[in-house]
């Protein structure tokens, strides 16, 4: 059976802080892992990712690949409050994306 | 450019009635996916559609079905509504099948 795991389940850390959040699949058919930060209701798309080691940037966040450990993670550095928000991780087997329930990102001024 | 519209925002219904959901991508995009969101469930996904076909089917029930148009504005339908299908329901976009999506603000379905 397919299956994410994101971790941790909820964070709470002080701006300026650097924070790492894990998501380790098990999917038939990996073709791609995408990441999306959902504030209130639309998740709002950040990275999609299909090679191994490769990381991908945008300004404070960065995520990274490793096909081998079926895993990714999603890095935010010097947080601010609009951070807060759920982290989900979604892998994509070509048929269609499996959300995982995300990490709680709470940052505290 | 305009994004995903969802159609209405809010809803309620009673127990056995059906309901309508409406989702319009983003101008261009053919690929229409639809969620459903529950506190402990996270994002489930239902169904797929590109140009016009179902592609892909989620493990819901018969009662869940849609449709997608010529247009690529697609279509919701839960029959015989159960409380537990009181949820936030999600349509994404995508110009092609596995590529980045992009979701609408939600219809958030309310079952007593």
């Known amino acids: 059976e397919d299956k994410v795991v994101q971790s941790p389940l909820s964070l709470v850390v002080h701006e300026g802080d650097t924070v790492t959040l894990n998501c380790s699949y098990e999917?038939?058919?990996?073709?791609?892992l995408l990441w999306y930060k959902q504030e209130k209701k639309a998740p709002t798309f950040l990275f999609m990712l299909t090679s191994s080691g490769i990381e991908k940037k945008s300004g404070r966040l960065s995520s990274i690949l490793d096909k081998k450990e079926l895993s990714s993670i999603l890095n935010i550095t010097a947080t601010q409050t609009g951070d807060s928000a759920i982290y989900l991780c979604a892998p994509n087997t070509g048929n269609q994306f499996y959300f995982g329930t995300g990490t709680s990102l709470t940052v505290i001024p | 450019k305009a994004g995903v519209t969802q159609t209405p925002r809010y809803l309620i219904k009673t127990r056995g009635q059906q309901v309508t959901l409406s989702c319009s991508p983003i101008s261009g995009h053919r690929s229409v996916s639809w969620y459903q969101q529950t506190p402990g469930q996270g994002l489930q996904f239902l169904f797929e559609y590109f140009s016009e076909t179902q592609r892909n089917k989620g493990n819901f029930p018969g009662r869940f079905s849609g449709r997608q148009f010529s247009n690529s504005r697609s279509e919701m339908n839960v029959s015989t509504l159960e409380l537990g299908d009181s949820a936030l329901y999600l349509c994404?976009?995508?110009?092609?099948?596995?590529?980045?999506?992009?979701f609408g603000q939600g219809t958030r379905l309310t079952v007593v």
């Open positions: 994404a976009s995508s110009y092609r099948l596995n590529t980045e999506a992009f």
């Open positions: 999917v038939t058919n990996f073709r791609s």
